[in-house]
């Protein structure tokens, strides 16, 4: 259980060489939001364009936040976020219909996304050297409950809710290194999105992009091409594990 | 990882029929705060009654936290507190002495403390049934790396750190409810502490008390015979784990 020391596959001059932190954004980084929507969907409601209902609840995501952030709305979970998305999209997709208790229900499966194939052996190794936390605009609730059910083993479970701040703002990345005590170069953010990764880098954590070209579905490849800036470049969590020499 | 059902030895009205979330008290309950830094205090200043010594430090909690609560001092995390108390009692047992970098190392013992001998199969037990979280006055930080080196596989960390009010307020027992969109009654406090449980069963949690006879040494033996009013009485996390069919 003791932290291990640096392995000698990681050098002193490593950018993660004084790396104690690594905090995982969660949605498209280590779990498949739109696969597990999909999946669902099709399970429940055949005739939607499941993919295309899929991207739909994720694009109402920032600017829902954004009004939050703007204070055009008090502080809000993201259930709640979502929940308001989802009535909003949901004639759209031809299902006005649906009663409260499906759309109570449908609104949980943000609690059942699965994780990517290397999630859960790339965290337990990236565990033994690392303390592994989330840092997610998801609330505590839903990050605990998906984590249980994927078998994700954080060290700790860090959200916006703690901080009452949407990533990205630097509320978030920089209460990530006060909880622990450490400079934010002891701390690096994992992430399949630059924009997040940006935002940290500018508050001074280390940096590790995750290659997901299908978070978006099969049909809308992502282009996850390196961008200069960021640390380490990875096209899974079990790769930076053997990067890190875990 | 899926949670399971409940078994058929808690009966459809035993009081945690309805449980789904374990919210557990650390120091005493948990952990041997008193056992632990006894042993790192006999091992680094063998002339200190380092029984004596743990038991200041840790007499000067409750009060620290009081000065906060009646809003004498802001927000203050517990490994500060700690601190403070560590340098008004050092004098008193002959260690005015010690230098920064010794006062930090010390303090640290916080993060160091050692599980009691069923915590960690109490634990992994009682996950399988129930979503399982600290709620501790510890900060995040210290709870973090405390659970990760003593292998403690919480599903969640909560703290008074996120609530920004220690126990007893009910504000920390209500807020677990809160994250996690249950009603009080489906949330149970697990602790070696009447008043803590008490403050809880105000609030519509329901109580599992577990009996810590050494809490505050073999030389110091506590009162840990059954009071009314706590749902649950156990003399250990697995004689819990008995209880609930887990």
New interface residues.
Partial sequence: ???QPPSSTVSADHPFAEVQVLAFDIFGTVVDWHGSIVREMQALYPAVDASAFARAWRAGYQPAMARVMRGEQGWTLI?DLHRGILDDILPRFGLAHLTEAERQHLNRVWHRLDAWADSVEGLARLKRRF?I?TLSNG???LL??M?????LPW????SA??FKAYKPSPETYLGVAR???LPPRQVALVAAHHDDLAAARACGLRTAYIERPQEFGADHPKDVSPQPGNDMHCTSLTALADRLGC
């Fill in positions: 259980m003791h932290a259930d303390i936390t609330n505590i609730g605990t409950r984590s249980k059910r994927a078998g060290d700790c479970v860090l809710e703690v909880v622990f005590d």
